[in-house]
């Protein structure tokens, strides 16, 4: 235990010097490329051609990957910290924007598809499981939160009282406007759209148009005609 302890300071002391050393080189074509040479030793994986501007700031990078082509810019946190089980997968081609914050916590995996878009100021937060699918948009202030606090002793602290954390499924090619919240245990199916500033606290079905706190499906993006031949 005292070896596996001095192992993880070891590894976060390298850590610590690489990206103090080498975040803040201004993002021209020299800070990025020393970027993505230097940090392939501390990541469990760096792909090819990733773009990482200065000011990013990343914890526990040995539970991190991170595909080919993939941007990530000033501000953004990447926290998989907590627990060596944690898991940050990027996949291919996905865009981090400005100040995004995502972190996990305790055993958990986050993971983000090939294509998909994250705006600028969003939190994605485990400790809850988290799928992101392939070509979404997360418009900027959205949040995304796989935990709840449990509150049914009014007696004790409720920081006291612990979580539950079911996990959150964002399916293929969703669109999430402005300041969306997704609360835990909600999958969002396929190719829906949740309008801006709404609150999802429940399932919503596939190529759905949800608006509104709580977010309810106000209609469906199929066809009249192939919505009736579609399984209840």
Request: include cysteine.
């Amino acid at each position: 235990m005292n070896h596996q302890k001095y192992s993880l300071k070891l590894q976060r002391l390298q850590e610590l010097v690489i990206t103090t050393l080498f975040s803040n080189i201004p993002t021209i074509a020299l800070g990025t490329k020393l970027r993505n040479l230097i940090y392939r030793s501390i990541f469990s994986r760096l792909g090819s051609q990733v773009y990482i501007q200065s000011g990013a700031e990343f914890l526990n990078t040995s539970c991190i990957e991170i595909g080919d082509g993939v941007y990530i810019f000033r501000g953004v946190r990447l926290d998989a910290k907590g627990h060596s089980n944690n898991k940050l997968h990027l996949k291919n081609r996905v865009a981090i924007e400005r100040n995004v914050d995502i972190g996990c916590m305790e055993d958990t995996y986050i993971q983000i598809e090939e294509d998909t878009f994250i705006g600028p100021n969003v939190c994605i937060a485990g400790p809850g499981d988290i799928k992101i699918g392939k070509h979404c948009m997360i418009a900027s202030h959205s949040g995304i939160y796989a935990n709840n606090h449990n509150f049914d002793d009014p007696k004790s602290p409720i920081r006291h009282q612990g979580i539950t954390r079911k996990g959150i499924v964002i399916e293929d090619d969703c669109w999430l406007g402005h300041g969306v919240t997704v609360l835990d245990g909600v999958t969002i199916g396929k190719g829906s759209v949740i309008g801006a500033g709404a609150v999802v606290t429940k399932d919503i079905p596939p190529f759905s148009v949800a608006v509104g706190t709580p977010a309810r499906v106000i209609k469906s993006r199929i066809a009249r005609d192939l919505v009736k031949l579609s399984p209840d």
